[in-house]
């Protein structure tokens, strides 16, 4: 019987209490992490900021900055134990939800070019390439790019998303 029942999935605005626990994934996922600084000034600033609990477990999160009738997804991240089950999918749908409901037409993020889980992702969502960042990302090695991928955010495009 314990099958029949999953721990509940919650999506809960980020705090400055949640922080600690997302930099614990944030340091294990990045070989360039974000600080405690950039999740707390995202989140005193207004930020879109929102984390994903399994059971309580902390499993992912996203920031999202709102400009206008732009949105930018500054970062989406999932555990390394919790990565291919659906959770990224869950967070950016959100995000993209979160955003057109504020009033974005435009979701904007950057992709290094060698992450390709997250380029599959964003383009089973639709987002498309529409540049590129030279030199943007810090590496092991001198610098990487970013490919600037786009979407525009229409009701009926997110009623029909692909399943989580």
């Not at 600690?20 to 992490?33: F, N, Q």
Request: proline fraction near 5%; charge should be negative; include cysteine.
């Amino acid at each position: 019987m314990s099958g029949l029942f999953s721990p509940p999935v919650d999506l809960l605005p980020m705090s400055v209490n949640d922080v600690d626990e997302i930099l614990r994934i944030e340091y294990k996922v990045y070989s360039h992490p974000w600080s405690r600084a950039n999740f707390t000034d995202s989140i005193a600033s207004g930020y879109s900021c929102w984390v994903c609990r399994v059971g309580g477990e902390l499993v992912g999160y996203y920031v999202v900055m709102m400009a206008v009738d732009e949105a930018h997804l500054l970062n989406i991240s999932v555990s390394e134990k919790r990565q291919g089950c659906g959770f990224g999918a869950r967070l950016l749908r959100h995000a993209m939800s979160v955003a057109h409901q504020a009033g974005a037409e435009t979701l904007l993020l950057e992709v290094r070019p060698s992450n390709v889980k997250a380029i599959e992702l964003y383009r089973h969502f639709g987002f498309a390439q529409i540049g590129v960042r030279r030199d943007y990302y810090p590496a092991l090695h001198g610098r990487e790019d970013a490919l600037v991928m786009a979407m525009e955010l229409v009701d009926d495009d997110i009623a029909t998303m692909p399943p989580l």
